[in-house]
């Protein structure tokens, strides 16, 4: 047992204490690990990430996302022109596939927020509405985590 789970932690294949909490389920949807990056104060665009997995049959869409943390949220996406990265707003949201999942991460599809309201600083939280396209309104909370990489997770660096 011990091996088994030093091996575990090797790997990475821990789940941190409090885990559980932070996966919510609303109907067919469950939805893992809302998290946003935390922010210099003068930084007012940020983006926040999370994991939408659809164990229904039919699929569904997350079509916008509203809360206090910030004036506007977009969903965005990235494309490449050349060798640049930009990131588009979409049109008509992200699909959730039935029996598959949305991913949203670093460097690429993700919830922008513009102009931050609140001091995202590590450890605290703040709530988001996703809004979906059958599900309804499901409101999560999201912990702001630190930076990994020294702040170069290629998002600084992109034009919109
Ligand atoms: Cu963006």
């Known amino acids: 047992m011990r091996l088994l789970a030093i091996a575990a932690l090797v790997l990475g294949l821990m789940v941190p204490a409090g885990a559980e909490a932070h996966d919510i389920k609303a ?66 949201g992200f699909e959730i596939p039935a029996g598959g999942m949305l991913h949203l991460k670093q460097g690429g599809n993700h919830i922008m927020m513009m102009g931050v309201t609140e001091l995202l600083v590590e450890g605290t939280s703040f709530p988001l509405t996703l809004v979906f396209e059958k599900a309804g309104e499901i409101t999560v909370e999201v912990e702001v985590e630190a ?7 290629g998002h600084g660096k992109m034009t919109h």
């Open 27 to 92: 109907g067919n949807l469950m939805i893992d690990h809302p998290h946003a990056l935390a922010l210099p104060p003068s930084v007012k665009m940020g983006a926040t990430y999370v994991t939408i997995k659809n164990m229904g049959d039919t699929p569904d869409r997350l079509i916008a996302v509203k809360g206090d943390a910030a004036k506007k949220f977009e969903l965005h996406t990235i494309i490449k022109e050349g060798d640049i990265a930009k990131m588009r707003e979409v049109e008509g």
């Open 147 to 153: 930076r990994r990489g020294g702040g170069h997770d």
